[in-house]
T-cell receptor
């Protein structure tokens, strides 16, 4: 079946540190891949997406590259800020399907000043 | 509306009671999704609406769960005879069209606690 696996948190970093949150997926066909973010007290919102192999999604200094050979979509940021503290969810959408998303379990990121 | 609105934001109920959770999507959004977020779990898909019809109900965990949507707008998720394992945050999302890879807009959720 289709599934998403992401690293367990919490991830605790100091401000300006480099961030990687790992995400791997299992899917048939050619899924689209997403990162959603949930800031404290807010609803989930789309952070970035990639719709085909080798695409790179980017937003707010975050990047993720769709790697079909390793079935991965790892989230990276070169220098995190306290305001990046949130829960990050990796998700996939099956090719040809509705916009129904299959989510990972989420990774809590805590950035300390 | 400005965003997806869910009510109530918190609901505490006793085991065996019925509850109704409401979702008011962004005006004009034809697609609506319900998800459940349990402690330590990811977001679990429950049901998808396109307009007033539900072509995908595959995530509803049991026949105690049902949902409807009227006027292509507001949706209600009903849980009958609640159990403690139903305790979770119930999230609603909407999107504007069937366009592929359309972004989902999420509400802040309803925190359901079954005692």
């Amino acid at each position: 079946g289709n599934s998403v696996t992401q690293m367990e948190g919490p991830v605790t970093l100091s401000e300006e540190a480099f961030l990687t949150i790992n995400c791997t997926y299992t899917a048939t066909g050619y899924p689209s891949l997403f990162w959603y973010v949930q800031y404290p007290g807010e609803g989930l919102q789309l952070l970035l997406k990639a719709t085909k192999a080798d695409d790179k999604g980017s937003n707010k200094g975050f990047e993720a590259t769709y790697r079909k050979e390793t079935t991965s979509f790892h989230l990276e940021k070169g220098s995190v800020q306290v305001s990046d503290s949130a829960v990050y969810f990796c998700a996939l959408k099956r090719s040809g399907a509705t916009n129904k998303l299959i989510f990972g379990t989420g990774t809590l990121l805590a950035v300390q000043p | 509306g400005a965003g997806v609105s869910q009510s109530p934001s918190n609901k505490v109920t006793e085991k065996g009671k019925d509850v109704e959770l409401r979702c008011d999507p962004i005006s004009g959004h034809t697609a609506l999704y319900w998800y459940r977020q349990s402690l330590g779990q990811g977001l679990e898909f429950l049901i998808y609406f396109q307009g007033n019809s539900a072509p995908d109900k595959s995530g509803l965990p049991s026949d105690r769960f049902s949902a409807e949507r009227t006027g292509g707008s507001v949706s209600t998720l009903t849980i009958q005879r609640t159990q403690q394992e139903d305790s979770a945050v119930y999230l609603c999302a909407s999107s504007s069209t069937r366009e592929i890879n359309e972004k989902l807009f999420f509400g802040s959720g309803t925190q359901l606690s079954v005692l």
